[in-house]
């Protein structure tokens, strides 16, 4: 069985950065969604098992980034210029059936296990 831990989130100014963490109990690829209030739950990055592939949605490229320390089985999501429209729960979530070592997931539906869910508010 595939466990998420995810300890990080808060509250940050428009402009501002966090870094969540996401703890797994094992070795997979990876992704991270959100879901903001009467929204439907997006996925916004992804990496691959390997780590040498990864994807990022529209609405965050170029402000988010998304890496992996292999040795500790953790992912994190680097987020940076953050806007209030990136307000929302944030969910860390693994794909921990077959997979390629190479392919980043880029749909929602490709994720079977899911963390607790994190809150992050971006104030302006």
């Known amino acids: 069985q595939v466990r998420l831990v995810e300890p990080g989130g808060g509250l940050v100014q428009a402009g501002g950065s966090l870094r969540l963490p996401c703890a797994a109990s094992g070795r997979y690829p990876m992704g991270w969604l959100r879901q903001a209030p009467g929204k439907d739950r997006e996925l916004v990055t992804a990496i691959s098992w390997r780590g040498d592939t990864t994807y990022y949605g529209d609405s965050v490229k170029g402000r988010f980034t998304i890496s992996r320390d292999n040795a500790n089985n953790t992912v994190y999501l680097q987020m940076n210029s953050l806007k209030p429209e990136d307000t929302a729960v944030y969910y860390c979530?693994?794909?921990?059936?077959?997979?390629?070592?190479?392919?980043?997931?880029?749909?929602?539906?490709?994720?079977?296990?899911w963390g607790q869910g994190t809150q992050v508010t971006v104030s302006s």
């Open positions: 979530a693994a794909r921990g059936d077959t997979y390629s070592i190479s392919r980043a997931y880029t749909e929602r539906y490709h994720y079977a296990s």
